[in-house]
């Protein structure tokens, strides 16, 4: 079973994951007032993390590291809240198999 993971860079990127960098998306909904109050599980947010073309490479990024084996998968961001949340939750859906989804650092949630 994959293990997928959201986090922080803040806190530091997690030991033994394949690591998705999330913060090539300028897409952050951290910088836009319009998405202050709202978290990764908004539709409006998701659809603006995911229409930055880079969200889709680096989905594709993290399909080809499943596709070779790896079985933990983490997508990172600045603060953990936004893009690699919406991220995570993306490739868990994309790949509908069984999964373990963790958001380490998302505030208030921890699991799925």
Same mark, same amino acid.
Do not use: W
């Given at each position: 079973? #994959?293990? #997928?993971?959201s ?8 030991y033994?994951?394949? #690591? ?7 897409? $952050? ?29 680096? %989905? ?6 499943? #596709?070779?084996?790896?079985? /933990?998968?983490a ?8 893009r690699?949340?919406?991220m995570? /939750?993306?490739?868990?859906r ?6 373990? %989804?963790?958001h /380490?650092?998302?505030?208030?949630? $921890?699991?799925?």
């Amino acid at each position: 079973m #994959i293990t #997928i993971l959201s986090f922080s860079f803040k806190n530091q990127a997690p030991y033994g994951y394949n #690591i998705i960098d999330c913060r090539a998306i300028k897409n $952050n909904p951290h910088s836009n007032p319009e998405y202050h109050g709202l978290d990764a599980s908004d539709i409006g947010l998701r659809e603006y993390v995911l229409k930055d073309p880079r969200a889709k490479s680096l %989905l594709q990024d993290a399909l080809q590291a499943y #596709i070779k084996g790896a079985e /933990r998968i983490a997508f990172g961001c600045s603060y953990g809240q936004h893009r690699s949340v919406v991220m995570a /939750r993306e490739f868990k859906r994309m790949l509908d198999v069984p999964a373990v %989804l963790q958001h /380490r650092d998302l505030i208030g949630v $921890n699991y799925e």
